[in-house]
Structures are given as C-alpha cells and as structure tokens.
C-alpha cells in the first residue's frame, strides 16, 4: 500500500534554513507535494514537484527529489516566524486512485 | 476571488445528533473530497465525487454519507456522531479527473459532546 513518512518535529531559529524530509513507497506516484497549514485553518498549497524532475525552486522554496530513494525534501531559505507551521508531504499518481495520500506533518517551529 | 468556502468554521453537536458540514466552490471543479483529519494526523479521505459519481473509500464509516446536488456544493452529513469523530473536516476541489492538484478549504473542527 502506500506509506509516505514525515518527522514530526524541527525547530529552527529565525534566518537559517530549514530541512523538511518525507518519503514515499508508492513507485507510481507521479506528483509530490507540499502543503502548509497554520493552526486553525485549511491546507494550503506551497508547491510540487514532478517525479520525472529532480530539483524545483521557487523563491526561498527549494524541493529536492530523490526518485531512486523515494525521498522529497523541502528546504525553506531565510526562515521567518511566518513560516512557523505544519509542513504535509503527500504523493499522487495519474493512474487509479487519484486521491493524495498525506504523510502526518511535520511541524516547523521558528525561533526568534 | 475563486475559493472553497467551508460553514461553519466550528460546529458542535451531541452524542447521537445528525450534523451536516457544507462546502461550496466558486473554482468551477469537477471533483470534490472530503478528508477527516484528527490532532496531530494525517488528513484521511472519506469519499469523493468525479462530478456526479460518488467514491467512496473502502474504510470510511457508514455513519459518513455525503451529497452533492450540483458543481458547487457538496455536503458531509454524519449521521450518528461519536466521541470518535470528533476532527477536522477538510473539503478540497480540483479541476478534473486529469488533475492531481488539489485546493483546500479552511475546514470545519467538528467537537461532539
């Protein structure tokens, strides 16, 4: 079945760059994602990756695929307080079931 | 501004009551999921509608049904809630069957007493 793992936790202080890492087991994905959620409120989209690429970055956003090892990282350049959240990774697939399957988050917490 | 708007934010209702959760899209999607999401938890889909045709996933509860009467909107409707549902109820959008790429409303944190 398909599994996808985060860490629960990372505490970083404000400026330096954050490392969110995930990984995946279902070999059909074909989309990567990542989603922010604040304390509250819905998911919000950040950004995602194709599994045929290795390397997105979009402003301070940098995600990092690794397909052999099925392992997707974010990495969030000059952290701020806003960015202080829940990170979810989830995987698609453009065959069969075409619902996201979410890893449990992992949560950012920013330090001043 | 297109969005999925979800009402109400927070509902409560008793053990054993029937609560319906409502979701609306401006966006024009084809599909609409409705995910249960509890503390510290992944988000789980509980179905999902390819423009009329209701999915339903293998372990969502029968207490769970959902319905949708147009493009627009789609409802939760929990017929007998327990302790146990109590959660965050995410609805999300996206364009077609070809998309994977979903939009989510704000959700609606359901408490039962």
């Known amino acids: 079945g398909e599994d996808v793992e985060q860490s629960l936790f990372l505490s970083v202080r404000e400026g330096d760059s954050s490392v969110i890492n995930c990984t995946y087991t279902?070999?059909?994905?074909?989309?990567l994602y990542w989603y922010k959620q604040e304390p509250g409120a819905g998911l919000q989209l950040l950004t995602y990756i194709f599994s045929n690429m290795d390397m997105k970055q979009d402003q301070r956003l940098t995600v990092l695929l690794n397909k052999k090892d099925k392992h997707l990282s974010l990495r969030i350049a000059d952290t701020q307080t806003g960015d202080s959240a829940i990170y979810f990774c989830a995987e698609g697939s453009d065959t069969g079931r075409r619902a996201l399957t979410f890893g449990s988050g992992t949560r950012l917490q920013v330090q001043p | 501004d297109a969005m999925v708007i979800q009402n109400p934010r927070y509902q409560v209702t008793q053990f054993g009551k029937p609560v319906t959760l409502s979701c609306s899209q401006t966006?024009?999607?084809?599909?609409m999921y409705w995910y249960q999401q509890k503390s510290s938890q992944a988000p789980k889909l509980l179905f999902h509608?390819?423009?009329?045709?209701?999915?339903n996933e293998a372990d969502t509860p029968d207490n769970f049904q959902s319905r949708r009467p147009n493009t627009s909107f789609c409802f939760l409707d929990i017929r007998s809630p327990g302790l146990g549902d109590a959660a965050m109820y995410l609805c999300?959008?996206?364009?077609?069957?070809?998309?994977?790429?979903?939009?989510f409303g704000p959700g609606t944190r359901l408490t039962v007493l």
């Open positions: 509608y390819y423009d009329k045709d209701f999915n």
């Open positions: 999300a959008t996206s364009r077609d069957s070809s998309s994977n790429e979903q939009f």
């Open positions: 279902d070999s059909s994905s074909t989309y």
């Open positions: 966006l024009n999607h084809n599909v």
